[in-house]
């Protein structure tokens, strides 16, 4: 990371970039609509972001393999702690820094699989629609039918300023479901953690987690995950430390304590074996070329503002996507005018989510209530 104030931003923008910490500075409310300077900007729209979820899709794929409940509830955990280096850090191995993604317009769409092998079974598929915009809400679902393992979740952020860092509230929820042999069905209400972007004062954010999330399985196992960033004067980035523990029934049985840091390698305690390594290669998502994909899909409907945004023409990425916005705010006209409301494709929208209810009480998870999305079982044929 860079030393100096600003060392990071390109001479061009040092001034644009000095306007932007300004106006955080005095900015009160949710950021998420803020206008932020060209160099920090991402050519890829949010809504690609829950592919971050099944990046290791064999972790994926393996969860209704394990023999017990708790061997189940610990491949659950594993695989979630290797989901988060994709979603929380590969932009900064990839681009540098921090990138701000691209804002998803109400209705857009992102499909894509990792194909069948022998080590996962069957394909894995993933359906993302933008649900909401106003606020922006993103929901998903993957899955591996083969192998009975399906993710649902939806995701949302509130925004603010604190402390020279942009704090992150991350709201909604997801629940994977594991079909097993015995015909029975287990189910795992997953809590997202808060997240800390620091950096911006040398012009080079970057995401730390923060606090604590849950994983509930419905037998029981409770896994408590909290975040540990760098301090100022100590400490490494991105550590975590895990308590897998067992149903308030099961007496005799030691908790498992995972600890290390989310981006690397961490280690199981009791014995001493590596728990999760994601030094090794990601797969990426296969996705169908840009000129197969609908108007609504996420890279064709932003493939100019993509295109620009790489090459470093931001006059041309800030044309094509103030025609894109403004085609939209036409569209909410439109609809306001016809007393019509925008129909979702993928999911239905429901008050209250009873998973999340039912396994958020035993935790006591806060909120106590959380809204949710349904899958529609539409999503592209195979």
Known sequence: MSEQAGEAVPAAQKSSWTSFLKSLAGFTGDLSAMTAPPFILSPTSLTEFPA????????????????????????????????????????????????????????????????????????????VEQVSHHPPITAYRIENLEKGVILTGHSAQKTSFSGGSIIVKQVGHAVLTASLP???????????????????????????????????????????????????????????????????????????VIEGTWHTTSKDLYGGATFHDVTSPKEEITVAPVEEQGEWESRKLWFGVAKGIREGDFESAATFKGKIENEQRQRRRDESAGGTTWELK???????????????????????????YVYLGNGPRS
């Open 52 to 127: 971050y979820w099944c990046e290791r899709p064999e972790l994926f794929a393996a969860i209704a393999d394990g023999k017990t409940d708790q061997a189940r509830a610990l491949a659950v955990l594993k695989w979630f702690i290797s989901t988060l280096k994709g979603q929380y850090t590969s932009r900064n191995e990839s681009m540098g820094s921090e990138k701000k993604p691209l804002n998803p317009v109400l209705g857009e769409l992102f499909y894509g699989y990792w194909p069948a092998n022998a080590a996962r079974g069957g394909k894995t598929t993933l359906v």
């Open 182 to 256: 015995s015909g029975e069905t287990e189910e795992y209400l997953i809590t997202l953690p808060r997240l800390r972007i620091d950096g911006l004062w040398y012009g080079s954010p970057y995401i730390e987690l923060a606090e604590t999330s849950y994983i509930q399985s419905s037998t029981g196992w409770l896994s408590t995950i909290e975040y540990k960033g760098k301090g100022y004067f100590s400490g490494k980035s991105h550590t975590f430390k895990a308590t897998l523990t067992p149903p308030s029934h099961n007496i005799h049985t030691s908790p498992h």
């Open 346 to 372: 993928h999911f239905k929208h429901v008050e209250h989510d009873p998973v999340y209810e039912r396994l958020g009480k035993l935790f006591k998870a806060n909120p106590p209530t959380e809204d949710g």
